[in-house]
């Protein structure tokens, strides 16, 4: 017998809607600091995974513990990010601009590593998001070694990211935190979508034959 689950209507996608929408407010206002872009970013994406196990998002007192205890690590990582976004946008600037030889080929290159990096990111919040907003280093590893196993999954994360970034310049600030929630979510949905990571292998113990 089989189940049958009720009809999503459009009340249910306003709803989801609004949701991502508020996500992403307090997204943004946890990242004003800058510093806290790692820790706000995680703690968003453990409740978007809660969202996708358990149906519900988590209460208030949990995400500002989940916050709380992102905030040791996420500030390094925050640190490490914020550098290197701006030393590759200096570095787009100054080929597209001529400041810097190359021409075409070098600005198309550093396009594709800039596109590469930011869905590598991506995918990582999502990875971090499914231990609770903490482990940045183990996330990291984790998807180093998925994504050669799952090239479509990252470039389509990496889509998504870019999409996200231009979208950010075009639309009115008022704006960019609901997109913020939207990309998020995109990405999760991405990484859903994905094939899943081959298990890593496990050195068999060598079988010693027993002489006859």
């Known amino acids: 017998m089989t189940v049958e689950h009720p009809r999503r209507d459009w009340r249910d996608t306003l709803r989801e809607a609004t949701d991502l929408a508020l996500l992403g407010f307090a997204l943004c206002l946890a990242a004003l600091p800058l510093l806290t872009v790692a820790p ?94 903490r482990g940045w280093r183990a996330a990291a590893r984790e998807v180093a070694r998925g994504c050669p196993q799952r090239p479509g999954t990252w470039a389509a994360a990496a889509g998504v990211c870019c999409l996200a970034g231009l979208l950010a310049v075009l639309v009115t600030p008022v704006a960019v935190p609901i997109l913020a929630g939207y990309a998020l979510a995109a990405v999760h949905a991405v990484d859903a979508r994905g094939p899943a990571l081959a298990a890593e292998p496990v050195d068999a113990p060598a079988i010693r034959s027993e002489p006859s």
């Open 40 to 133: 706000a970013v995680a703690t968003a994406s453990a409740a978007l995974h809660d969202r996708s196990v358990t149906g519900g998002w988590p209460d208030v007192r949990t995400t500002v513990v989940r916050f709380g205890r992102a905030l040791p690590g996420g500030l390094a990582v925050s640190a490490v990010g914020l550098l290197t976004a701006a030393a590759l946008a200096a570095d787009l600037l100054a080929l597209a601009t001529g400041r810097v030889p190359g021409g075409s080929p070098a600005l198309a290159g550093t396009a594709v590593v800039v596109a590469a990096l930011l869905g590598y990111a991506g995918l990582v919040a999502v990875a971090v998001g499914r231990t609770g907003g």
